[in-house]
C-alpha cells in the first residue's frame, strides 16, 4: 500500500480564496483523522470520520472549516475563506479500529500557506 | 485533563553520543504512551509504544522508552546518535477506550557532525 497520500504537499493562497485538501487513507482504515500542527499549537485533532460518517468535529476552529468523506478512499477538508492564521500544516491520518491504543498512519502533510 | 509535556523544544547533540528526550505526561490512569519521529517534510511515523508490561519498550531505529509511573514519565532515548536521527519528536498519550490522541509540542533535535 502507498500509504495515506494528501495532495497538494504545498498550497499558497490569497486572503479570501477557499482552499480544499484531499486525503486518500490507506485502503481497509475505518478511521480518517485531520490534524493541524502550528509552532503555537503543536498538532491539534481537527475532526475524525468513522466509516465515511464525521463522529467528532469539536475540533474544527470555526465554521470556515468544513470537512466531507464521500466514501471509504477519500475526504476533504475545505477551508472558505481562508485567512492568514489558518496557515499551517495540516494532516491527515487513518487508523483501522480508531482506538487510542492502535497506531495512526500520517500522510505527508500539505502546507498552506495564506497571504 | 490530559495533557503531555515535552520540556526540551531544541536539543543538539554530536554523532556517536547518547540521547535522551523527556516526555511527562498528566492523567488519572496510566495511558496508551507513544513516540512518533517527524522527519523534514513528512509525516509522523511510529516509533515505539507502551500499553503495559515490561516498562522498558523497544522501537524501531534503536530507540527505546522508559514508562515511569512514579514519575509520569516516558523518556525516549539511544545509545548513540546517528545523522539521520535530526528530525522532531513528537510524545503522545492515549486515552484508553476512547480515539483520543494528545501530542506533545515536540523536540527538535539536531545532530552534529
Known amino acids: 500500500d502507498a500509504g495515506v497520500i494528501q495532495s497538494p504537499r504545498h498550497e499558497v493562497t490569497e486572503m479570501g480564496q477557499e482552499v480544499t485538501l484531499r486525503c486518500k487513507p490507506i485502503s481497509g482504515h475505518d478511521y480518517l483523522f485531520w490534524y493541524r500542527q502550528t509552532m503555537m499549537r503543536g498538532l491539534e485533532l481537527l475532526i475524525y470520520f468513522n466509516n465515511n460518517v464525521p463522529i467528532d468535529d469539536s475540533g474544527m476552529p470555526e465554521d470556515r472549516f468544513s470537512a466531507k468523506m464521500p466514501n471509504a478512499s477519500f475526504s476533504t477538508l475545505k477551508i472558505q475563506p481562508s485567512e492568514p492564521r489558518d496557515s499551517a500544516v495540516y494532516f491527515c491520518?487513518?487508523?483501522?479500529?480508531?482506538?487510542?491504543?492502535?497506531?495512526?498512519?500520517f500522510g505527508s502533510g500539505t502546507q498552506l500557506s495564506v497571504l | 485533563a490530559q495533557s503531555v509535556t515535552q520540556p526540551d523544544i531544541h536539543i543538539t547533540v554530536s554523532e556517536g553520543a547518547s540521547l535522551e528526550l523527556r516526555c511527562n505526561y498528566s492523567y488519572g490512569a496510566t495511558p496508551y504512551l507513544f513516540w512518533y519521529v517527524q522527519s523534514p517534510g513528512q509525516g509522523l511515523q511510529l516509533l515505539l509504544k507502551y500499553f503495559s508490561g515490561d516498562t522498558l519498550v523497544q522501537g524501531i531505529k534503536g530507540f527505546e522508552a522508559e514508562f515511569k509511573r512514579s514519575q509520569s514519565s516516558f523518556n525516549l532515548r539511544k545509545p548513540s546518535v546517528h545523522w539521520s536521527d535530526a528530525a522532531e519528536y513528537f510524545c503522545?498519550?492515549?486515552?484508553?477506550?476512547?480515539?483520543?490522541?494528545?501530542f506533545g509540542t515536540g523536540t527538535r533535535l539536531k545532530v552534529l557532525a
Open positions: 491520518a487513518s487508523s483501522l479500529s480508531g482506538q487510542a491504543n492502535e497506531k495512526l498512519f
Open positions: 503522545a498519550v492515549g486515552a484508553p477506550g476512547t480515539y483520543k490522541y494528545i
